[in-house]
């Protein structure tokens, strides 16, 4: 593991590093993470010439979809039938990432909360108002973690 060395060879400079190209998430039911994200939460999936090169096998082959958030991060989901998390209890961490989160207009965040509701959606914690916003937060048919959030309210 890396520990904060005394003396470092070479380092990236601030800037270097771009910007996030994607995240990738495997998941057990391609065809319910698929309704997830592109119905329940509005993500465009990749189709056609939109679909990159590398992946068109792949996506025709039904191993894999990809979806673009609101600010141009793509999300890869791979299907993987036989994942199983180390615990069913999805509010037990089982992973070091922690959650994902969308940010959302703070006029649609009841909007927001509502449609996870019908959907019937397990709420894991929230709606929750802190000085920084309002989130909520929910699990993916997989059971990782989403939160969608807005800004606090300007008057």
Not at 31 to 49: C, N, P, W
Not at 119 to 141: E, K, L
Request: proline fraction near 10%.
């Amino acid at each position: 593991m890396l520990s904060s060395p005394k003396s470092v060879n070479s380092v990236l400079a601030p800037g270097n590093l771009r910007k996030v190209h994607h995240i990738a998430l495997n998941v057990k039911d391609m065809q319910a993470s698929r309704y997830f994200y592109g119905s329940i939460l509005g993500l465009h999936e990749l189709v056609g010439d939109e679909v990159p090169a590398t992946l068109l096998e792949l996506v025709a082959a039904g191993k894999v979809a990809n979806f673009v958030t609101p600010d141009g991060t793509i999300l890869d989901l791979f299907g993987t039938p036989d994942l199983t998390p180390p615990d069913p209890n999805p509010e037990r961490s089982f992973t070091r990432a922690y959650h994902l989160a969308f940010d959302i207009d703070p006029q649609l965040f009841e909007q927001a909360v509502a449609v996870i509701r019908e959907n019937q959606i397990p709420i894991a914690h929230g709606p929750v108002t802190r000085p920084t916003g309002r989130g909520v937060y929910f699990y993916d048919p997989d059971g990782f973690m989403i939160e969608i959030r807005c800004d606090p309210e300007t008057t």
